[in-house]
């Protein structure tokens, strides 16, 4: 069993920035694949960014590419999302997840671990 706790959400002005930490406990691999989701009120949830902790590939989703950078500090367990030039559209609850396997999805379905969502609201 895999546990994960997301933390670092908050508010913030537009063109600012925030950093989420994803925390992992449990039976967890250093080879695990990462991803960080999001999902907005009436919206389904959708993929943001994948990080492959065994040789560190990383994935954006086309929104927040260049703005956004997702880092793992493999010792702590420990998946970061760096978010900067943060827009009012980037408001929603980030959620991160963990899955068995180390290779990219930015399907949901895929992940078989969930953490309990932070809020990151940006005001205009």
């Known amino acids: 069993q895999v546990q994960l706790v997301a933390s670092g959400g908050g508010l913030v002005q537009a063109g600012g920035s925030l950093r989420l930490s994803c925390s992992a406990s449990?039976?967890?691999?250093?080879?695990?694949?990462m991803g960080w989701f999001r999902q907005a009120p009436g919206k389904e949830r959708e993929f943001v960014s994948h990080?492959?902790?065994?040789?560190?590939?990383?994935y954006y989703a086309s929104s927040v590419k260049g703005r956004f950078t997702i880092s793992s500090d493999n010792a702590k367990n420990t998946v970061y999302l760096q978010m900067n030039s943060l827009k009012p559209e980037d408001t929603a609850v980030y959620y991160c997840?963990?899955?068995?396997?180390?290779?990219?999805?930015?399907?949901?379905?895929?992940?078989?671990?969930w953490g309990q969502g932070t809020q990151v609201t940006v005001s205009s």
């Open positions: 997840a963990a899955r068995g396997s180390p290779w990219y999805s930015s399907r949901p379905a895929d992940y078989d671990y």
């Open positions: 449990g039976s967890i691999f250093s080879r695990n694949g």
């Open positions: 990080i492959s902790r065994g040789d560190g590939s990383t």
